[in-house]
T-cell receptor
């Protein structure tokens, strides 16, 4: 079946521009996650949705980062007034995980953001 | 705070030369330990979940094991197509969803 898809795959933004990154999770997956991966590092947690509810946004680096999932399916990660330190790969993952139990997270290909 | 340390940072093997990758972790209440494979320019690909010490899982040439302090990913008779970065992640404590990743081990298998 179709996996997690993300768009765009690559994004170049000038410092100060706003960007929006899209994630289409695996159909039926209620849980959705965003991670940030710097070069040579492992992914770092940004935020978590269960359906349309954002249950954890503790990993968002600053108030310039905002995520939404209004209908409990597609999610958008928005970064306002981009800075050079925002350059990274942004990964989206989805899972069947619910309130109890631990399930595997399946990742999309990522969006590579470069801020110039 | 959960900590995950992977070693070595990079490993170069000849085709057929078996070896192991290490993932050491410090957590409060392990819920699960995950292994992922990541190819350049792609997202992590799920391999295994281990839940308790003594558990083992196998997939083709890969075998993952878990103790109370670390996990090993054993690679038997590797092939060039096994070349990738292998990431270890843990889920622990009160959160059943947040993964904490190590930095990964870059494996290169030469023909």
């Amino acid at each position: 079946g179709a996996g997690v898809s993300q768009s765009p795959r690559y994004k170049v933004a000038k410092r100060g521009q706003d960007v929006a990154l899209r994630c289409d999770p695996i159909s039926g997956h209620v849980s959705l996650f965003w991670y940030q991966q710097a070069l040579g590092q492992g992914p770092e947690f940004l935020t978590y949705f269960q359906n349309e509810a954002q249950l954890d946004k503790s990993g968002l680096p600053s108030d310039r980062f905002f995520a939404e999932r209004p209908e409990g399916s597609v999610s958008t990660l928005k970064i306002q007034r981009t800075q050079q330190e925002d350059s990274a790969v942004y990964l989206c993952a989805s899972s069947l995980a619910r309130a109890s139990g631990v399930y595997e997270q399946y990742f999309g290909p990522g969006t590579r953001l470069t801020v110039t | 705070e959960d900590q995950v340390t992977q070693s070595p940072e990079a490993l170069r093997l000849q085709e057929g030369e078996s070896s192991s990758l290490n993932c050491s972790y410090t957590v409060s209440g392990l819920r699960g330990l995950f292994w992922y494979r990541q190819d350049p320019g792609k997202g992590p690909e799920f391999l295994f979940t281990l839940y308790s010490a003594g558990e083992e899982k196998e997939k083709e040439r890969l075998k993952a094991t878990l103790t109370k302090k670390e996990s090993f990913l054993h690679i038997t008779a590797p092939k060039p197509e096994d070349s990738a970065t292998y990431l270890c992640a843990v889920n622990s404590g009160g959160s059943n969803y947040k993964l904490t990743f190590g930095k990964g081990t870059l494996l290169t298998v030469n023909p």
